[in-house]
């Protein structure tokens, strides 16, 4: 039985459909609708708008939106502006981001960890409606503070929580210091989809370490694990799910690391593909070179009591519950199929 269980709205559905499938989810028991930032398909913010207004109950996260694109308090801004819609129900999934993307938009990162750190607590501070003042190594704030830090603009904004913005704010780590990072400061941490059970066992015990060194408990820290959920509905539904992974190992620099493959299939890979975007022909191509035992072991593939078996395998790794990822269209009844009350 899986008591608490998210659903991702990512390449799919189109986001016309997300107030109606926010609904059907919401009424079916799922705690949570995530909204992804994939590449430069969709921004994350609009679709949680989308979700928040449509819906009363579910929980609206993003998963995850990054810290180079959006300044801290124009971050802080959007998600109180979210909250505003949604009283206690957002959550903030905070990245951070990935190469060639983020080179190719002229963005320079460094010093990842100093980054995400500084602009954690500049966006806690804001949201506490503090008047801010932050020179940091990356991040920097000058005598700044929300507009709803004035009385006149109480009465118009979030008063539920004394005018402030009680937000969790969950990291999406890959590496080990990232993910000790998120022991430390955060309130979760959003476990990539790409990854196999044995990578949630070894996240979760760099996470404790991080907790441990904040004098925290590893139960404070929310653990969901994305999942990518195929169902086989019929000859169609590996290629697109083989589709999807490879993507990911031929673009992501984070997921090939941890992906079990050796440097050599990973380097054929990419190249094969061509980058981000792909060349033409070169997602076929890098398809070919993934084996199938690689993709099984970073999803839930088969029957739907095959789907739940693996998603269960998740779990006993460490994750917290699981947010289900899909390339299927028919969402409406994977939601179904996968509702709480569905489970054995």
């Excluded at 370490?209 to 539904?237: F, H, M, Q, T």
């Excluded at 999807?244 to 190992?249: D, G, N, P, V």
Aim: aromatic share 8%; hydrophobic share 45%; with cysteine.
């Amino acid at each position: 039985m899986v008591e608490r269980i998210g659903f991702t709205f990512s390449d799919r559905p189109h986001p016309r459909d997300y107030g109606r499938i926010s609904l059907l989810a919401e009424g079916l028991g799922y705690d949570s609708i995530w909204v992804t930032e994939p590449r430069l398909a969709r921004d994350a913010i609009t679709g949680m708008a989308v979700v928040a207004a449509a819906t009363t109950r579910i929980r609206v996260g993003a998963a995850v939106v990054n810290n180079w694109t959006r300044g801290a308090p124009l971050m802080a801004a959007t998600f109180a502006s979210l909250d505003d819609l949604a009283p206690g129900r957002v959550i903030l999934g905070l990245g951070g981001y990935w190469d060639p993307l983020a080179f190719k938009q002229g963005i320079v990162r460094s010093k990842h960890l100093t980054a995400m750190r500084e602009y954690v607590d500049v966006v806690r501070r804001l949201w506490n409606l503090e008047r801010v003042t932050f020179e940091g190594e990356i991040v920097k704030v000058r005598d700044l503070e929300m507009d709803q830090a004035h009385e006149a603009q109480l009465a118009y904004g979030n008063v539920y929580n004394e005018g402030r913005f009680d937000i969790p704010v969950y990291l999406g780590p890959t590496g080990d210091r990232m993910l000790e990072l998120t022991g430390e400061i955060a309130d979760g941490a959003v476990l990539n989809a790409a990854f196999s059970p044995a990578y949630v066992q070894h996240a979760v015990e760099r996470v404790a370490v991080g907790a441990e060194r904040a004098g925290r408990s590893l139960e404070s820290v929310d653990l969901p694990k994305l999942i990518y959920v195929a169902v086989d509905r019929g000859p169609e539904s590996w290629p697109a799910i083989k589709r999807k992974i490879t993507r990911y190992l031929g673009q992501q620099p984070h997921v090939q690391k941890f992906s079990g493959l050796d440097a050599e299939t990973i380097r054929d890979i990419a190249d094969a593909l061509g980058g981000w975007p792909p060349k033409p022909g070169g997602l076929e191509q890098a398809m070919e070179l993934v084996p199938d035992a690689t993709v099984r072991d970073l999803i839930a593939w088969g029957s739907v009591d095959e789907c739940k078996a693996r998603i269960a395998e998740f779990m006993a790794a460490g994750a917290s519950w699981p947010i289900l990822m899909t390339e299927q269209d028919d969402v409406e009844v994977l939601l179904e199929e996968f509702a709480p009350g569905n489970w054995k």
